[in-house]
């Protein structure tokens, strides 16, 4: 479970139950994520761990192996989970995500819109930054991307605050129910210009939209597009950026 409600927030004093999933790390550059079962064991170079000696453990704990090696038992916060999860496609990581957050002025009870969902990797921090009242709808047009996506979210304990839907967003656009509703659009879509006018649609007054792109031609296109669509419309900030 991640620390998605104040309330339930994880920290080093909640203890590791039975089905939890928890980031075993070896080293900065070594974790995985596993999923806690009492009859389980976890084999690797440091040796075979029982499963059952972590239930009870607090998250952060360090634990043993049958030959004395040991392993750390983390808490699977989205920081970590984005260096642990099964790559389908390129992802965010945190210096990116920090920065789409933080200009997408998220906090609990926003509503967010997101294409492609990818990984993901983005999904898992918009969805802590809007918990416990908000909402994340995530959309993808790859059909087994999005299944992966839902497994994922369900295992991190997000599934209540992310909907992942299958939709060509650059073809056809955000579905009008959420039209006027959305208090942040995010994209990281090969042609983000085709879907920024459905985007704007999308946002409530005061809205912010950002569109996330790794080329300088994506990012000049997609300018181009902000700067027609919003038109006559007041915005607190239109941000495109490019991660170069
Ligand atoms: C780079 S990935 C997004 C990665 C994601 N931000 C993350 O951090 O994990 C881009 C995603 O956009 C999806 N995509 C591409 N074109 C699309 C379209 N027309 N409509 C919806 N999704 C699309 C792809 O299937 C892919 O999963």
């Known amino acids: 479970m991640l620390p998605v409600d104040p309330t339930k927030k994880l920290s080093f004093t909640r203890c590791?139950?039975?089905?939890?999933?928890?980031?075993?790390?070896?080293?900065?550059?070594?974790m995985k994520a596993v999923e806690v079962c009492a009859g389980s064991v976890l084999g690797n170079r440091f040796g075979v761990f029982k499963?059952?000696?972590?239930?009870?453990?607090q998250f952060g704990s360090k634990v043993f192996s049958s030959k004395g090696g040991f392993v750390y038992l983390l808490a699977p916060t989205p920081?970590?989970?984005?260096?642990?999860?099964?790559?389908?496609?390129?992802?965010?990581?945190?210096a990116d995500i920090s920065f789409v957050i933080m200009f997408l002025e998220l906090v609990p009870g926003c509503l967010?819109?997101?294409?492609?969902t990818g990984s993901g990797s983005l999904t898992t921090s918009l969805a802590r930054a809007?918990?416990?009242?908000?909402h994340v709808y995530t959309f993808d047009f790859h059909e087994q991307r999005a299944v992966s996506a839902r497994e994922d979210f369900e295992k991190t304990g997000l599934s209540n605050l992310v909907t992942v839907?299958?939709?060509?967003?650059?073809?056809?656009?955000?579905?009008?129910?959420?039209?006027?509703?959305?208090d942040s659009v995010f994209l990281d879509l090969p042609q983000p210009w085709l879907a920024?006018?459905?985007?704007?649609?999308?946002?409530?007054q005061d809205g912010v939209l950002c569109s996330f792109s790794p080329c300088i031609e994506q990012v000049q296109r997609a300018s181009e597009t902000m700067r027609s669509s919003f038109t006559g419309r007041l915005f607190d900030a239109v941000i495109s950026f490019c991660a170069l």
């Not at 590791?16 to 070594?30: A, P, Q």
């Not at 920081?79 to 945190?94: D, G, K, N, P």
């Not at 967010?112 to 492609?116: D, F, P, T």
């Open 16 to 30: 590791i139950s039975d089905g939890d999933l928890v980031i075993v790390y070896e080293k900065y550059d070594t």
């Open 51 to 57: 499963h059952s000696d972590w239930i009870g453990k």
């Open 79 to 94: 920081e970590l989970w984005t260096l642990v999860l099964s790559h389908r496609t390129q992802i965010l990581y945190i």
């Open 112 to 116: 967010v819109l997101e294409s492609g």
């Open 130 to 134: 809007v918990a416990p009242t908000g």
């Open 165 to 182: 839907r299958v939709r060509d967003i650059q073809g056809e656009g955000f579905p009008d129910e959420f039209s006027g509703r959305a």
């Open 196 to 204: 920024i006018p459905s985007a704007a649609k999308m946002l409530k």
